[in-house]
Structure formats: structure tokens, C-alpha cells
């Protein structure tokens, strides 16, 4: 089965710069979506299609994807931005969605 | 508003059955794509299934594969997850999610609030 891997933390000082990856086998090749969750709160889509911002969600938040890294970035990073962040993809092969092991940004 | 409530989530014995429902309002049901996706107490998140606009594809995690059974009515604007057998493994929070269209390979952009099974003796 498709595994995407993401480190367990990621820690950042405000204003700074935050880089999230997602690594899976020829990840380029899919649709990466990118979710943020805070603490006893629902997943918030934040990118998707690799790069694509829904509406409401800060110029921030960017997304690149190929090779086998798929990465979220935070710009100007806020105290606000403290979170889980999970990656995602269909894998066609299975017919499977499949999550990210989850990444959590801690907040300097 | 676009609005997903999940609903019929409780404690459960091992080999039990539970159906959850997710009602949704705010926007037309019937054109989207439906998910359901679990989140264990202090886990990551896990895709549990899927179903199309009209039901015409129908897809589960292999570990569920058997065992739950997703539906909907769109004349209800509603989703379900009947599930059956559950197991200690099961016991997790259950979200209700929008697919961003009607592709397979879709975000999820809307999701419910959520709610707890608990498989226990």
C-alpha cells in the first residue's frame, strides 16, 4: 500500500519560516492536499492540488510537490499556525485515499 | 451556511453495531462526493470510505473492508456509516467530509465536527 511519510515535529520561531514535507514514491505524480488541525478542532483544508489556496486560508500557506517530496510551506510564520498538519492523496493503484503520518508545529 | 453535522456515535461493545449519520445543509448535496474518515484518540488521521454523488462508486480502507458500509440518500441530504463487527481498534472519533468535486483524487474541503464511537466492554 501507498505510505506517505512526514516528520513528527517541526519547530519554528515567529516571522520565521516553517517547511513541511511529505514523502512518498513518486509522489510528484499525484495530487497532494494539505490539512491543517488544531487541538480538538477539525481538519481545515489549507492546500490543495499541490498549490492551490481555498479561499480564506493566508498567502502564507504555499504547497510544491514533485519527484517523491511534496512540501507545505508557511511563510511569516504566526503563533496561530501552531498545529497538526496532515498530507493526503488517492492513490489509483488501490483506489485508496491515503493520509500522512501528520506533522506537529510548535511555535517558538 | 455549508454545514455538516455527524450524529449516532457512542460507547458500543465489541462485536456490536452502530450507524453514524452526517446531515449536511448549505449547498446541493446530491453534486459531491462523500467521505468518511477516523481519527483514533491521539492518532493521525485514517480514510475510512468513500462514496460518489449518485453511489456509483463505492470505496473502503482495507481495514473496515467487510464490515462497515457507507450509503446516502440525497433526497435526505444525508451520509451514513452502518457499522458492524466493531472492534477495540475502531474506537475513534468519525468525521464527515466533502469532497471539493466529483473526482476520486479531490480534497476534502468541508468537514463536520465529528463523532466519538467508543468499543468497549
Known amino acids: 500500500s501507498y505510505v506517505l511519510t512526514q516528520p513528527p515535529s517541526v519547530s519554528v520561531a515567529p516571522g520565521k519560516t516553517a517547511r513541511i514535507t511529505c514523502g512518498g514514491n513518486n509522489i510528484g505524480s499525484k495530487s497532494v492536499h494539505w490539512y491543517q488541525q488544531k487541538p480538538g478542532q477539525a481538519p481545515v483544508l489549507v492546500i490543495y492540488y499541490d498549490s492551490d489556496r481555498p479561499s480564506g486560508i493566508p498567502e502564507r500557506f504555499s504547497g510544491s510537490n514533485s519527484g517523491n517530496t511534496a512540501t507545505l510551506t508557511i511563510s511569516r510564520v504566526e503563533a496561530g499556525d501552531e498545529a497538526d498538519y496532515y498530507c493526503?492523496?488517492?492513490?489509483?493503484?488501490?483506489?485508496?485515499?491515503?493520509f500522512g503520518t501528520g506533522t506537529k508545529v510548535t511555535v517558538l | 451556511e455549508v454545514q455538516l453535522v455527524e450524529s449516532g456515535g457512542g460507547l458500543v461493545k465489541p462485536g456490536g453495531s452502530l450507524r453514524l449519520s452526517c446531515a449536511a445543509s448549505g449547498f446541493t448535496f446530491s453534486s459531491y462526493s462523500m467521505n468518511w474518515v477516523r481519527q483514533a484518540p491521539g492518532k493521525g488521521l485514517e480514510w475510512v470510505s468513500s462514496i460518489s454523488s449518485s453511489s456509483s462508486y463505492i470505496y473502503y480502507a482495507d481495514s473496515v473492508k467487510g464490515r462497515f458500509t457507507i450509503s446516502r440518500d440525497n433526497a435526505k441530504n444525508s451520509l451514513y456509516l452502518q457499522m458492524n463487527s466493531l472492534r477495540a481498534e475502531d474506537t475513534a472519533v468519525y468525521y464527515c467530509?466533502?469532497?471539493?468535486?466529483?473526482?476520486?483524487?479531490?480534497?476534502?474541503?468541508?468537514w463536520g465536527q465529528g463523532t466519538m464511537v467508543t468499543v468497549s466492554s
Open positions: 467530509a466533502r469532497s471539493l468535486g466529483s473526482r476520486a483524487a479531490d480534497a476534502f474541503d468541508i
Open positions: 493526503q492523496v488517492w492513490d489509483s493503484s488501490s483506489d485508496r485515499e491515503v
